[in-house]
């Protein structure tokens, strides 16, 4: 089986803390996204990446930014958190090269800002 | 910018009946998926029509796809209790690189 697994369940940080958010997905998936999903909102996209040191911005990169060093780990950055940044965040994978394939996810971390 | 929009946003039927969603969607796709979430969960991809395809089963599940109206249906024959959870449409667009773009989803309650 796939296994997307994020770092954390549940974390709390203080407002101008640096968090980072872990993403580690199991079977060598080319493309890792980020995403954010609030109430009413559904999922937004944060941010991707289609290959190692690639990064792609989605719909709502302010105040995030990314790493991908390893082709398994996808990180999430908040430089300076933000009351705002109170979510669930979901990271995904997709395996790269077919089109048309399902997006594997982990079970979020949901992060409060206070 | 979201591409799906789910209809309804809730939905409350009794155990043993139909549920049925609706996805719309603005721009032209290689592909349209649904997924589920249980509450506080990641999501679990259910099933994935190709634009080329106009209707999919799998299970008690039935997906249509209308492309020249971008739309899409989700069908859930003879509810259970078990089917309670959000389900969100996701497309992915044939501009650009591979992604998915999700909609708000729609909140299903099946009661006993």
């Known amino acids: 089986d796939v296994k997307v697994t994020q770092s954390s369940r549940y974390l709390v940080k203080r407002t101008g803390e640096k968090v980072f958010l872990e993403c580690v997905q199991d079977m060598d998936h080319e493309n890792m996204f980020w995403y954010r999903q609030d109430p009413g909102l559904g999922l937004r996209l944060i941010y991707f990446s289609y290959d190692v040191k690639m990064k792609e911005k989605g719909d709502i990169p302010e105040g995030y930014s990314v790493s991908r060093e390893k082709k398994e780990r996808f990180s999430l950055i908040l430089e300076s958190a933000s009351t705002n940044q109170t979510s669930m965040y979901l990271c995904?994978?997709?395996?790269?090269?077919?089109?048309?394939?399902?997006?594997?996810f982990g079970q979020g971390t949901r992060l409060t800002v206070v | 910018s979201q591409q799906g929009e789910e209809d309804p946003q809730a939905l409350s039927i009794q155990e043993g009946e139909n549920a049925t969603m609706n996805c719309s969607y603005k721009?032209?796709?290689?592909?349209l998926q649904w997924y589920r979430q249980n509450s506080g969960r990641g999501l679990v991809h259910l099933i994935l029509i190709r634009s080329n395809e106009r209707e999919k089963h799998s299970g008690r599940l039935r997906v249509t796809l209308d492309t020249s109206k971008k739309s899409s249906s989700l069908l859930i024959t003879a509810s259970r209790a078990a089917d309670t959870a959000s389900y969100f449409c996701?497309?992915?667009?044939?501009?650009?690189?591979?992604?998915?773009?999700f909609g708000q989803g729609t909140r299903l309650t099946i009661n006993p």
């Open positions: 721009t032209s796709i290689n592909n």
């Open positions: 995904a994978s997709i395996r790269g090269g077919l089109r048309n394939t399902e997006a594997f």
């Open positions: 996701a497309t992915d667009p044939i501009q650009g690189a591979q992604k998915l773009v």
